[in-house]
């Protein structure tokens, strides 16, 4: 079993700053991709920043200079700082990890947490 457990979101006004955490836990053997996703009203799920277990990151055009997705590998743990927040921020953001579990060495899974509500409003 793994569980990921999010947290952070909040209503922020425009021009504010959220930060997101996200820690993996359970049958964990070994962590490869790390990121965060969103998914706002009427919209599909969008990527919106990845980070590799080597430290290769990649982010959302719409977020670049404005959010910093790091990750702590002693700690199973990834954190998406967003800055200069904007109203079209808005959306449910799910944790999502690419992982091998014991038993399952060489099998690489992807899950997601259960989402966390960002509100950009004034």
């Known amino acids: 079993q793994v569980q990921l457990v999010e947290s952070g979101g909040d209503l922020v006004q425009p021009g504010g700053s959220l930060r997101l955490s996200c820690a993996a836990s359970?049958?964990?053997?070994?962590?490869?991709?790390m990121g965060w996703y969103r998914q706002a009203p009427g919209k599909q799920r969008e990527l919106v920043a990845t980070?590799?277990?080597?430290?290769?990151?990649n982010y959302a055009d719409s977020v670049k200079g404005r959010f910093t997705i790091s990750r702590d590998n002693a700690k199973n743990t990834v954190v998406l700082q967003m800055n200069s927040l904007k109203p079209e921020d808005t959306a449910v953001y799910y944790c999502?990890?690419?992982?091998?579990?014991?038993?399952?060495?060489?099998?690489?899974?992807?899950?997601w947490g259960q989402g966390t509500q960002v509100t950009v409003s004034s």
């Open positions: 999502y990890v690419v992982l091998s579990s014991f038993g399952m060495r060489r099998v690489y899974s992807n899950y």
């Open positions: 359970g049958n964990i053997f070994s962590i490869d991709t």
């Open positions: 980070v590799t277990s080597g430290g290769s990151t």
